[in-house]
């Protein structure tokens, strides 16, 4: 999975796409269906609001290391790490998008 990312970010054109791809690498890398299908689901009805968080510098650094603690923790194969860091990343997420939704209004 590393290489496959680290071949992505130079063709990325922006944050919001690495995103995606970071998290449905890790959807198909589970092999749960509802897991892929349910994160196709969000994105479609996310993809703007993510992408607006994702312009800020801050936020898409956050989300950058983010994603490195979590690849560390699914390396290690780590579940107790893996859960703790994909929860704290869902929860800085979810501000993000919260503060782009307020922003949009």
Not at 30 to 52: A, M, T
Not at 59 to 79: C, P, S, T, V, Y
């Amino acid at each position: 999975m590393r290489d496959a990312i680290s071949e992505l970010l130079p063709r990325t054109l922006s944050w919001g796409l690495m995103d995606a791809a970071f998290h449905r690498e890790i959807a198909m890398g589970s092999g749960n269906q509802v897991l892929q299908e349910l994160l196709r689901s969000i994105r479609s009805l996310l993809r703007i609001w993510v992408d607006r968080a994702l312009t800020d510098e801050g936020h898409a650094e956050a989300a950058l290391k983010e994603h490195g603690e979590i690849f560390a923790a699914l390396e290690a194969r780590d579940a107790d790490a893996v859960a703790r860091t994909m929860r704290s990343h869902m929860e800085t997420a979810s501000r993000r998008l919260l503060a782009g939704f307020d922003a949009a209004q």
